[in-house]
């Protein structure tokens, strides 16, 4: 008789003999729902229209090398997750968290927080965000103010994406965010030179427009 898989006391990976991690597809969405039921609460599911995001989210952190080329994932770049308001974003890159090797582990930061952290210790910030070896996920990209330190104003965001995509090029650290916008609505923020700079450091992986807000 098979036995049943329980996403409460079960991982939905096996090793193989080469000590390579093997993801059951199906236990792999089992235990995204188990973890976001504990994280978020009983309302908390996933959406059939959501499942190709899904998937491609868990073919990138999972390390998934057969399927790179089905789904255009470039594991070399970090993830940019879009789409409009309320649709999941920020609790599906959070639960991404539980499938990444503790190499690949990242960290989530909100824009606005790292803008109010600027205000008050000036750019210091900066530093702290761009050459530190850590993974950084920077929520909400471009819903932060340009802040001043004793008079001075600066794009604080958009300072550290420069010197992340530095930091990529020099020492293979990537970048991961979420965003509310639109391509366009990002140059105009942050202008040309950035945005060709994130084409080279994100895989661009989007909601689409109409996706209802999933808070209702």
Same mark, same amino acid.
């Given at each position: 008789?098979?036995?049943?898989? $329980?996403?409460?006391?079960?991982? %939905?990976?096996?090793? =193989?003999e080469?000590?390579?991690? $093997?993801?059951?597809?199906? /236990? ?5 729902? @188990? ?7 009983? @309302? ?5 229209? =959501? ?7 868990l ?7 057969n399927?790179?080329? &089905?789904?255009?994932?470039? %594991? ?12 999941? &974003? ?12 503790e ?5 989530? +930061?909100?824009? +606005? ?5 600027? @205000? ?10 761009s050459?530190t %070896?850590?993974?950084?996920?920077? =929520? =909400? ?10 008079? $001075?104003?600066? /794009?604080?965001?958009?300072e550290?994406?420069?010197n +992340? ?22 140059e105009?923020?942050?202008? /040309? ?9 994100? /895989? ?10 999933? +808070?209702?």
């Amino acid at each position: 008789m098979k036995k049943t898989y $329980n996403p409460a006391t079960e991982k %939905p990976f096996f090793i =193989d003999e080469e000590g390579a991690r $093997n993801f059951d597809y199906v /236990n792999t969405l089992r235990y995204l729902q @188990h973890k976001g039921n504990q994280k978020y609460g009983k @309302h908390f599911r996933i959406y059939k229209e =959501d499942l190709t995001i899904i998937s491609k989210l868990l073919v990138y952190f999972t390390k998934c090398e057969n399927l790179y080329e &089905k789904y255009s994932i470039d %594991p070399n770049k970090g993830i940019l997750l879009a789409g409009p308001i309320g649709c999941g &974003k920020t609790s599906l890159i959070t639960l991404m968290t539980e499938f990444t090797f503790e190499i690949n582990h990242f960290f989530i +930061r909100s824009t +606005r927080a790292i803008a109010a952290e600027f @205000h008050e210790e000036g750019y210091q910030i900066i530093q702290k965000y761009s050459w530190t %070896p850590k993974i950084y996920c920077f =929520d =909400d990209l471009g819903v932060e103010q340009n802040m001043k330190y004793y008079g $001075n104003e600066c /794009n604080t965001i958009a300072e550290i994406l420069l010197n +992340r995509y530095d930091l990529m090029v020099k020492q293979g650290y990537v970048t991961h965010a979420t965003t509310n916008l639109s391509a366009s609505d990002l140059e105009s923020l942050y202008g /040309n030179r950035l945005r060709s700079r994130m084409r080279e450091m994100f /895989n661009l992986i989007s909601f689409p427009n109409d996706s209802p807000d999933k +808070r209702k």
